[in-house]
């Protein structure tokens, strides 16, 4: 069974750096063909793809998000991680880690995280 766990700071300041990881247990983030993924839903809006890190390293990332974001992974910590620069109000969601082939068959429980200073 594939369990995935985000955290993170559920309270970030506008301009910083929001900075969650995900551990991945019951299975390893290097598994063809698989992409690990994270995804957002702010308050009241629909589920939004942010980037995912596939199986081989290969990273991608939502055109609207791309400047600001990087996914990374550490392999023999199974873990991936996603980093969202100069954050604003607008960032505030609960984010989502989650396994895809294409579909998201895993999920994370979500961290909730909220920017204001």
């Known amino acids: 069974q594939v369990q995935l766990q985000d955290s993170g700071p559920g309270l970030v300041k506008p301009s910083q750096i929001l900075s969650l990881t995900c551990t991945v247990s019951g299975g390893s983030i290097t598994t063809s063909y698989y992409a690990w993924t994270w995804i957002r839903q702010p308050p009241g809006k629909r589920l939004e793809w942010m980037g995912a890190i596939a199986y081989d390293g290969n990273t991608y990332y939502s055109p609207s998000l791309r400047s600001r974001t990087s996914i990374s992974r550490d392999t023999s910590k199974n873990q991936f991680s996603l980093l969202l620069s100069s954050v604003t109000s607008e960032d505030t969601a609960t984010y989502y880690c989650?396994?895809?082939?294409?579909?998201?068959?895993?999920w994370g429980q979500g961290t909730q995280v909220t920017v204001s200073s």
């Open positions: 989650a396994r895809a082939l294409p579909e998201c068959d895993y």
